[in-house]
């Protein structure tokens, strides 16, 4: 299958794990029962138990990401938590002419640093806007763009589907709905580090790893 747009979740999908609950799990880690509260929040959103935003805001209650330990994660993990393979995947699509993108519920100043890598351009990275006030404090997330409540309404305000053939490729329910709205044209649950059956049971495609999606986009496999 050829797609004009191929759009990839970040967390779980184009990397190894959830950026958000490593990204807290240092400052937390004298707190295992908050870590677990924090990764059952993530479970319950992705899997549609709980709404997106419910699901957010609850999880940054608990404990908010500082500049630090954010900073601390891209020095840590970036390229290096990148999924195995997805460098010479995303590099195959560029040349074959395919727009990258990646929507994502994750934060956008975790996620660009990854995405300079792989040279997806700045514009094509829709994600959660992190607001901090003069002194690097986090006090809340930028809602105008949509993506604070759901990845469903951060898409309808850039305008709903994109131009020609699209898929999304992604672990969660969250994913699925951009699909089951119509918004984009196809839907590839990424099952390779998390397996939702929630979510495989409604997907028209599954991957188990990257060598899946190059079969599924009929490429041939690119070493990188």
Known sequence: MHYGHIIFDFDSTLIQFE?????????????????????????????????????????LEIAKPTKKAINAFINQYCPGALTLGMKGLIQRLHQ?????????????????????????????VHALVLLWDDNCKLVGVD??????????????????????????????MTDYQLYHKRLVGDFVAYAEHVKRDEVIALA?????????????????????
């Open 96 to 124: 074959q002419g395919g727009m990258v993108h990646v929507i994502s519920g994750g934060f956008k100043e975790v996620i660009l640093p990854f995405t300079r890598y792989l040279n997806i351009p700045d514009e094509n």
């Open 143 to 172: 809602e105008t763009n949509g993506f604070a409540d759901s990845k469903v309404k951060g898409m309808e305000k850039l305008g709903g589907q994109l131009q020609g053939r699209s898929v999304i490729v992604g672990d969660g």
């Open 204 to 224: 028209p495609h599954v991957a188990s790893s990257v060598t899946d999606l190059y079969r599924l986009f009929d490429l041939p496999v690119l070493n990188e």
């Open 19 to 59: 950026s958000l609950e490593m990204i807290l799990a240092k400052a937390l880690e004298a707190y295992p029962d908050k870590i677990k509260k924090i990764a059952d929040l993530t479970t319950k959103g992705m899997n549609g138990q709980m709404p997106f935003k419910e699901a957010l805001y609850k999880r």
